[in-house]
């Protein structure tokens, strides 16, 4: 520990990350007589006004006299690595591959309040999340000169903060992002933002609401069909699988092995016996999963094996839990870490094995800077541990396939699920048919009424899939055929709710509105709903079976804390017969009582204008048909669609993913997409449409200036043109090769530094929404 004091010579230089958004890294001097830090050291500096705790990445980087506008470090915290170099060093990949600046990458190797070395040890935290004036509030800053702003530059950053995070942030987190606790107080008092008080549940395995649907409570203590003996027999599938690993394993060297195994054919059983073999041998497992809480209980599952030497990190955790975790961690109390995406950062030692479970899910990629993808940043850490990965998937990415397929990576197969159970049967209803025989307006077809109507009388549940929320999905004007339309976004208002709480809301920046009694352009009476989503599904399901007990699964209906944990635990205990919800109860849940599966419109997806659109629909109809008969009782899933010759419908219904994979991949071949080639995607927002589409153009134009072997597809409008306010024009640039592109794209970024601020930059995208 040391504090600088003015006039000392400084003795060297270090590179800092400091946890500010698009910032690289910092250099500063270490006076001298202060010890010298190790990379991953905690260090107190001032930057402008403020004062940030920051990370050592780089020691040693020259020494002599303070040189011009280098500053002195304010205090060092720790002389050892806080975060251990290994853990820095991946987090410096992260953010030069994903195009971000070292600055974005720093919050996530920190735990919650690390700032100044010591726990805050309190029952309750103050949690700060953005209200829709703050949002506008936003809106405005973003396209107005500084000099008329109605808040301060610091009061728009924890504005910006908090948009990415809408379920709010702990003001700790915010502090140890440099946002004061008076900002966040003068932004409360003018609405931008609301403040609540959480409750600290420091283990994250007691307490209802952290997603353990695998472990029974209170009243119930019955046994849990999911937690079994580890010592159970395998299927021989299993078992060779399992063996392939152990070997792959043993050698102690980096290997990538995609474990393609159906649904319902036991993976979790080789990741736990694979983990228990690890440890034997000395070393450590990350296991990562899409989303905690919607996973079946794998934290639970593998608490069950492990006992105390299992830590879970996700960002449902309170920041309490969070911290105490990541400390059991880092002491090297934990042999196996169970955790979201950033867990791929977790301060483990040794790793010998990272699982990515469901590794084609969308959710492992971050939506914010940095854009990594949490299963590409595992293989790369397991690249430079020496450790294997296990891929695993029903319905592995087009990517990770591929590499499958041209022995990049091993491949090992489960092609049956477990007990020979079989796979359930898929039925198509062509709609068009449906609309011919009962008129336009019906929404579940006769042969899936009557399927919902046969589960009831034989006590069996179903599942019933739209993935699309909200009642109706547009409001329009028989007289102007006017829609109602978000005043920030290119989107139409979809309608929640239903009589007096009826409401209209757009699903991008949550400006909500009544539902006018009148049209707002052409004030024609005659304003009629189109469109449906869930909550439309929901009412005609009970209007269709009286006698069942519904609910709904989807983002709006898990809203409160703990709603999610207590739907899916109800769902399970039998309490509801029908499950209606979004893609959420796709995956990965084993509900051994689902003998049927609806699928409302399965071409939801497939109008998007998005190069995975087959890929996803294919995807999630495999995932959602999986989880029927899972149990004892035989499966059923019955698809409705107006495309029912689609080859993402069919072959899902078919369930035979090698024939998606062949087919899939002509097109991607044909058009250029990956897995054939490398992809960016830069998007320019800008506060009018041709500001927007003029600077993509000069940077289309720079781009091809320095590497004119790219291809670009572009500039053109995104298709989501407007967004909170903000237009935005698109550019697609396509290459052999990664490096080249974003080296191509920084230089001509280079040349407009303030246009940098206004592009998000993203590589290997997910969505080119
Ligand atoms: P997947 O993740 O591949 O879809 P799960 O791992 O969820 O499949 O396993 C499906 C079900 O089969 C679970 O209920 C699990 O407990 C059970 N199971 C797994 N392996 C066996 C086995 N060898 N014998 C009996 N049941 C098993
Ligand atoms: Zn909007």
């Not at 109809?621 to 698809?639: F, N, P, S």
Request: proline fraction near 5%.
């Amino acid at each position: 520990m040391g504090r600088y004091e003015a006039g000392q010579k400084p003795a060297l230089f270090i590179l800092v990350a400091v946890p500010v958004p698009s910032l690289d890294l910092l250099t500063y001097a270490v006076p001298e007589g202060v010890a010298t830090p190790s990379v991953g050291a905690r260090v107190v500096v001032s930057l402008g006004t403020r004062v940030v705790t920051g990370i050592v990445v780089e020691v040693n980087v020259g020494r002599g006299e303070a040189a011009a506008g280098i500053k002195p470090i304010r205090e060092l915290l720790d002389v050892g690595a806080f975060v251990p170099p290994d853990v820095v060093a991946l987090a410096r990949w992260t953010a030069e591959y994903y195009a971000a600046g070292v600055g974005d990458a720093i919050p996530a190797l920190l735990p919650p309040m690390a700032r100044g070395g010591r726990a805050d040890a309190h029952k309750t935290t103050r949690v700060a999340a953005i209200t829709a004036a703050g949002i506008e509030a936003l809106d405005v800053a973003r396209g107005v000169q500084s000099r008329e702003r109605a808040i301060t530059a610091k009061q728009r950053e924890a504005l910006e903060l908090l948009a990415g995070t809408p379920t709010g942030l702990a003001t700790p987190a915010l502090a140890a992002r440099g946002i004061a606790a008076d900002a966040i107080s003068r932004l409360a008092r003018r609405g931008y933002l609301s403040l609540r008080q959480d409750r600290l549940d420091r283990d994250p395995f007691a307490g209802t609401d952290g997603g353990q649907t695998g472990v029974r409570r209170g009243s119930d203590p019955g046994p849990d069909p999911r937690l079994t003996p580890i010592d159970r027999q395998l299927t021989g599938e299993q078992a060779g699988a399992l063996d392939r690993l152990t070997t792959l394993a043993a050698a102690r060297e980096f290997r990538v092995a995609l474990l393609h195994g159906v649904t319902g054919s036991g993976k979790t059983e080789i990741y736990i016996r694979l983990s228990a073999q690890i440890r034997t041998s000395g070393r450590r497992v990350l296991m990562l999963v899409p989303e905690i809480a919607l996973t079946p209980a794998a934290a639970s599952l593998f608490r069950q094996a492990f006992g105390e030497r299992v830590a879970i990190q996700h960002s449902g955790l309170s920041d309490g839990e969070r911290h105490d975790q990541w400390q059991r961690i880092r002491r090297g109390d934990i042999d196996i870490v169970v955790g979201t995406r950033s867990a791929v950062f977790a301060p483990l030692e040794h790793v010998g094995l990272i699982v990515v479970d469901e590794e084609h899910d969308g959710s492992y990629k971050q939506e914010e800077s940095p854009r990594y993808n949490g299963r590409d940043v595992a293989i790369v850490r397991a690249q430079r541990a020496g450790a294997l990965v296990v891929l695993g998937s029903a319905t592995p990415s087009m990517e990770s396939y591929h590499n499958a397929m041209t022995g990049k990576y091993e491949r090992v197969v489960l092609e049956r699920r477990v007990l020979d159970r079989p796979l359930a049967s898929v039925s198509i209803v062509d709609m068009r048919e449906a609309y011919a025989a009962e008129g336009p307006d019906v929404i579940l077809s006769r042969t899936l009424r009557e399927g919902l109507q046969t589960r009831l009388e034989r006590n069996e549940q179903s599942l019933v899939l739209l993935n699309r929320r909200g009642f109706a999905t547009a409001v329009f004007c028989r007289q102007c055929a006017g829609t109602i339309d978000c005043p920030n976004c290119s989107v139409s208002l979809v309608v929640h709710g239903e009589g007096s709480a009826k409401r209209a809301r757009c699903h991008y920046c949550n400006y909500t509105a009544r539902v006018p009694a009148a049209c707002p352009l052409c004030a024609g009476p005659y304003l009629e709903q189109a469109g449906f989503g869930t909550e439309r599904v929901e009412a005609e399901v009970r209007k269709a079976c009286p006698d069942a007990r519904v609910a709904r699964l989807d983002r709006d209906a898990i809203r409160k804390r703990g709603a999610l944990a207590s739907l899916l635990s109800r769902f399970r205990d039998g309490a509801i017969d029908v499950l209606v919800g979004t893609q959420m109860i796709a995956k990965g849940h084993d509900f051994p009582r689902v003998t049927l599966v609806g699928v409302v419109s399965a071409d939801v997806g497939l109008g998007l204008a998005d190069f995975r659109a087959s890929e996803r629909t294919f995807q999630l109809l495999t995932q959602v048909a999986g989880r029927a008969g899972r149990g004892e009782q035989l499966g059923e899933a019955i698809v409705q669609t107006l495309y029912p010759d689609h080859y993402s419908i069919q072959l899902a219904c078919r369930q035979d993913f090698p024939a998606f994979y062949e087919r899939e991949l002509q097109f991607r071949r044909a058009m250029r997409y990956p897995p054939m080639i490398s992809l960016v995607n830069a998007v320019v927002r800008s506060r009018t449409f041709a500001g927007a589409m003029d600077d993509a153009a000069d940077i289309v134009e720079k781009v091809q200036q320095c590497d004119a072997g790219l291809r670009i597809l572009g500039p053109a409008p995104a298709p989501l043109g407007k967004l909170r306010g903000e237009y935005r024009a698109q550019l697609l640039i396509k290459g052999m090769n990664r490096k080249k592109i974003r080296e191509a794209l920084q230089s001509a970024l280079a040349t407009r530094p303030e246009l940098q601020r206004r592009v998000v930059v993203d590589v290997d995208p997910m969505s080119v929404l």
